[in-house]
């Protein structure tokens, strides 16, 4: 009578080198997370978000943008910026330009 119970023979270093593989293609994808520097200037936010400088400017002016102004010309911390775009997704998706899109939807640009 077959129990239903199956044996599976796995070598560990080739499930090691899986994991590995698809570990570094994701790290590859969300890659603009990691490579970004702390404070960014208001021409490598314009990259990042591929807007123009009248677009960034707007943004650097709300009272909810998480700009710093103390080095004497603003600096936007990374990692607010992250938590401000979860925060008004809408406006990024209305605002931001078809390449910042595609790098966040896993496309490539």
Same mark, same amino acid.
């Given at each position: 009578m077959d129990s239903g119970i199956f044996k599976?023979?796995?070598d560990f270093n080739r499930l090691q080198e899986v994991i590995n593989s698809a570990v570094d293609k994701a790290i590859e994808r969300h890659a603009f997370?990691?490579? =970004?520097?702390p404070l960014l200037t208001k021409t490598q936010l314009m990259e990042l978000l591929d807007i123009g400088a009248t677009k960034a400017s707007e943004l650097i002016n709300r009272e909810?943008?998480?700009v710093i102004r103390e080095f004497g010309f603003p600096r936007v911390p990374t990692h607010l =910026?992250?938590?401000?775009i979860d925060e008004h997704t809408d406006?990024?998706?209305?605002?931001?330009g078809e390449d910042w899109e595609r790098k966040h939807k896993g496309g490539v640009a």
């Open positions: 599976v023979d796995m997370k990691t490579n =970004l520097p909810d943008f998480p =910026l992250m938590v401000w406006w990024i998706r209305e605002n931001a």
